[in-house]
Structure formats: structure tokens, C-alpha cells
């Protein structure tokens, strides 16, 4: 986290991808930010299923945080703009160089608020599932200082949705439940 914007890890694939991002100004949208990008040093975040949460062979799950209880932030990354100039740099935060398949991201930050909440939301992590990662839904006051970590989610249910309508299908995928 840095000035209220979280800065994240991305794969750079090709392929088919998703994204839930809606059309704007005249006739923008993510396919146009991306033609744009191509040649100015940036592309958009969009969606595929990682590798790393489909079972049995996977080591991530996704990690349901219940609306009811959880207050914790997340950055939400469909959408956000990356920077190809970090593909193999270092970034501020981050330990180890990015390698040259990997990307940082400008991601908004998403604070959920159980008062409200309709739907919790997911994170990626450890499987087998631990239920100490759970403390990742209730981290609201941490994640809003410079260099706090958040994890990366979705409101749930969007994964999966993504999934269905990117692949026609959806293969078996580790979840963890509090």
C-alpha cells in the first residue's frame, strides 16, 4: 500500500482473460486501454483463473470472507492498470525483483464493512486450508498505512462467475470456509 493505492504482483499471460470493468467515455472499455497501452507502457489488469487454486494439484485456495464479520481490505484488481516498465525491476515493498513474466499493478482498495455487506468476499491462499489466514478478513485499521499489506480478492462468487463465463465451465477449485 502506498497513498491509498495497492501495488501488486501480477502475471503477464496471453491468452484469453475477463474483466467486469465497464464501458467508458465514448465507447472506451478494457480492450481500448489495452490497444492503447501496447504501445505507451501500460495495460489493464483483467481476470483468468490462476493455475495455483484449481485442485487436486494446486497450493492456493480461495478463502471466503463472511460478510456478516469482516472489515478487512482488499485490493481489487480487475481493472487496474499496470506498468510494463516493471517487468524484471525492483519495486518498493517488494523483496525480490519482479521476473520478466511479472508486472506491477495500480490496484483500488476495497474496505469491507459488515454493517452494509450483502456478500463477504474472497482471498487468495495457503492450501491446505489454514484457519489462521482467516485473520486476513479483519485487517481494516492495518491496511490503511503506507507499506501494509493486503491481500488480493473479489466480492464472492466473482471468481467463480468469471471463471464460468471465461471457460464455459468450472474445474474443481480449493475453497477454504471459516
Known amino acids: 500500500?502506498?497513498?491509498?493505492?495497492?501495488?501488486?504482483?501480477?502475471?503477464?499471460?496471453s491468452g484469453n482473460s475477463i474483466s467486469l470493468t465497464d464501458t467508458f467515455g465514448?465507447?472506451?472499455?478494457?480492450?481500448?486501454?489495452?490497444?492503447?497501452?501496447?504501445?505507451?507502457?501500460?495495460?489493464?489488469s483483467t481476470y483468468s483463473l490462476p493455475d495455483s487454486v484449481t485442485a487436486?494439484?494446486?497450493?492456493?485456495?480461495?478463502?471466503?470472507?463472511?460478510?456478516?464479520?469482516?472489515?478487512?481490505?482488499?485490493?481489487?484488481?480487475?481493472?487496474?492498470?499496470c506498468f510494463t516498465s516493471t517487468q524484471g525491476q525492483s519495486f518498493p515493498g517488494f523483496s525480490q525483483?519482479?521476473?520478466?513474466?511479472e508486472i506491477m499493478c495500480s490496484c483500488p482498495i476495497t474496505?469491507?464493512?459488515?454493517?452494509?455487506?450483502k456478500i463477504g468476499?474472497?482471498?487468495?491462499?495457503?492450501?491446505?486450508?489454514q484457519q489462521s489466514y482467516f485473520q486476513n478478513c479483519n485487517r481494516m485499521a492495518a491496511s490503511k498505512k503506507?507499506?501494509?499489506q493486503i491481500e488480493v480478492g473479489a466480492p464472492a462468487g466473482v471468481p467463480i462467475f468469471l471463471t464460468q463465463k471465461l471457460y464455459g465451465s468450472v474445474p474443481p477449485i480449493n475453497q477454504c470456509n471459516p
Open 1 to 13: 500500500m502506498f497513498d491509498a493505492v495497492a501495488y501488486c504482483k501480477c502475471d503477464v499471460k
Open 97 to 101: 525483483p519482479l521476473t520478466g513474466s
Open 146 to 148: 503506507n507499506g501494509a
Open 121 to 129: 468476499y474472497q482471498i487468495v491462499g495457503p492450501y491446505p486450508c
Open 26 to 44: 465514448d465507447g472506451q472499455n478494457i480492450c481500448t486501454v489495452n490497444a492503447q497501452g501496447a504501445e505507451n507502457g501500460f495495460m489493464a
Open 111 to 117: 474496505v469491507a464493512d459488515p454493517a452494509t455487506a
Open 56 to 81: 487436486p494439484n494446486g497450493n492456493q485456495a480461495l478463502y471466503t470472507c463472511p460478510a456478516a464479520t469482516s472489515d478487512g481490505a482488499y485490493a481489487q484488481c480487475d481493472g487496474g492498470l
